[in-house]
């Protein structure tokens, strides 16, 4: 960031995008920008609020993503970022961690200071999601919103299962491949309540608003017209994608069936509910991190000193000509 924009930021577009759950991604019609700033095409577009850092190499144990917010601080993607994107509760903040097509299991790391996005590992090895024929890797980006917490001290009504501990998961259906890291605003079509070993895991279905075809889609049933096949694709790939490891067939409540809109929303709220309790200590997290920056009536809350502290004790160390993914290339046919 240039010193101008820098200035800028500090002078214009903080007092205005202030909330009392974090910032609020977008800018204001009005303000105008300094040059080689651009607000990109699009009715939805707004300057670029958050940026991410590397520390460590990709693809191994040490790599982690952090996060930055317009004006360089670091922050939480777990809690600062915030879940609604505006008042009118019709947009809200996706979070990616792994882009549609990879493989590698990329999430944010929960019970790390400012919870950055690391590779999953297990057994001291890097985790990677199967090849599930005919999908190769995860077949939509995937990733979480952000203020949101699955507790699993609390059973769900409607799926008589606690939660898994996450931020709540996202599968974004749109037709762009995003990046690990990037933070978009996506309208909410549904939700699937896959059951992960006795825990509830809610899986949202929603679309990038800044896909071409975004208008079109309002509502779980807009999927089923204008992309016939893929709700059917993303119950099998649930179902199915962890037996290469030697484990059972997830299953999921409601018979698999998709819930609309409204229904999605609930469970949205419910789990923002969960993570305010949660970011006021309130409930027992247990080992889950909350340290944040912005959410100043928080007892987690650090200062920018406090944070900058924490990610100069992680490696900076990158070697880019060695930045490639350690794909799975076998396939799976797990058919019937």
């Known amino acids: 960031m240039s010193s101008r924009t820098a200035v800028y930021a500090m002078r214009v577009l903080l007092p205005l995008l202030r909330t009392g759950w974090g910032w609020r991604a977008w800018a204001p019609a009005a303000a105008r920008l300094p040059p080689g700033t651009s607000t990109g095409p699009g009715p939805h577009r707004a300057m670029a609020l958050y940026r991410t ?3 460590g ?3 191994t144990p040490d790599y982690r993503l952090f996060f930055k917010n317009v004006a360089g601080d670091y922050i939480s993607p777990f809690h600062d ?7 009118t509760e019709t947009l809200f ?13 990329m999430e944010i790391a929960t019970k790390e ?16 999601v199967a090849n599930v024929f005919p999908h190769k890797g995860y077949i939509w980006n995937y990733g979480a919103l952000p203020q949101t917490w699955e507790d699993p001290c609390r059973k769900d009504n409607s799926t008589d299962c606690c939660g898994d501990n996450d931020p709540i998961d996202v599968c974004e259906i749109g037709s762009k ?23 509830t895991d809610w899986k949202i279905i929603a679309i990038n608003v800044n896909d071409p075809e975004a208008s079109k889609f309002h509502d779980i049933d807009d999927v089923k017209k204008y992309k016939p096949g893929y709700l059917e694709a993303t119950l099998n790939w649930l179902r199915f994608y962890k037996v290469p490891e030697g484990k059972p067939e997830n299953q999921f409540a409601f018979n698999g069936e998709f819930k609309n809109k409204a229904f999605a929303l609930e469970v949205i709220k419910s789990t923002h509910e969960c993570w305010k309790a949660l970011l006021m200590k309130k409930c027992d997290g247990g080992a889950i991190n909350c340290t944040n920056v912005q959410v100043c009536d928080s007892p987690f809350h650090c ?14 160390s990158l070697n880019k000509e060695s930045n490639e993914e350690d794909t799975e290339q076998v396939w799976h046919f797990l058919g019937k």
């Open 57 to 59: 190499q990709p693809y």
């Open 303 to 316: 200062t920018q000193e406090e944070a900058r502290s924490i990610v100069e004790l992680v490696s900076s």
């Open 113 to 128: 200071p400012l919870n950055p996005i690391k590779q999953d590992t297990k057994d001291g090895k890097l985790r990677y």
């Open 81 to 87: 970022i915030p879940l609604r994107v505006d008042s």
């Open 93 to 105: 903040n996706m979070v990616v961690e792994v882009p549609r097509w990879t493989n590698a299991k």
């Open 177 to 199: 491949v995003l990046s690990c890291g990037e933070v978009i605003r996506v309208k909410i079509l549904g939700i699937l309540a896959l059951i992960d070993q006795g825990e």
């Open 53 to 55: 850092e590397e520390r």
